[in-house]
């Protein structure tokens, strides 16, 4: 599999489409999932090209993990959540779709199951408040 530079993440972080984004810095981003599986689920992404963990840089993997801790920590916080799922798929057998390395964070509720990996898509306003909520945590 080779990357394809007009993947739609790729066109999230080039800015040609647009995205609730929580979090930016120099090797990494975040944002909300428009199909979340959860209240407040998020993606986050390296900004160097890869299609996913297996291929990815080691260096930029050891940044963005920071920057998925920070996420999750928010999560739990803005959420007030019970835990949080961090998830990340690799190749088709394993359930990926979009072909840009991410890892999926989303804040887990007692009692409350997991929606289906890629249903329906969120309401824009309830998206643009729950990147709201991230911000506030993760803005210095
Ligand atoms: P994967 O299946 O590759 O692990 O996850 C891809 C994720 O990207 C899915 O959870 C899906 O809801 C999300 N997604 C797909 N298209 C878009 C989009 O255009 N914008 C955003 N923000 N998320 C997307």
Redesign the pocket.
């Known amino acids: 599999m080779s990357y394809d530079p007009d993947n739609?993440?790729a066109k999230?972080l080039k800015g040609e489409?647009p995205?609730?984004k929580i979090y930016e810095d120099e090797n990494s981003f975040a944002?909300?999932?428009?199909?979340?599986?959860g209240e407040g689920?998020a993606?986050v992404i390296p900004k160097l090209p890869s299609e996913n963990l297996l291929t990815a840089d080691a260096d930029s993997l050891s940044e963005l993990i920071k920057v998925v801790q920070k996420v999750a920590q928010a999560a739990l916080e803005a959420f007030q959540a019970d835990g949080v799922l961090v998830q990340?798929?690799n190749n088709p057998a394993a359930?990926?779709?979009?072909?840009h390395t991410?890892f999926?964070v989303v804040p887990r509720f007692e009692g409350v199951a997991l929606q289906p990996?890629?249903g329906d898509m969120a309401d824009g306003e309830l998206l643009a408040s729950n990147a709201a909520k991230y911000r506030a945590l993760l803005e210095t």
């Open positions: 739609i993440f999230i489409i995205c609730h944002f909300m999932d428009v199909m979340p599986q689920h993606l990340q798929f359930g990926q779709t979009v072909f991410h999926h990996h890629n």
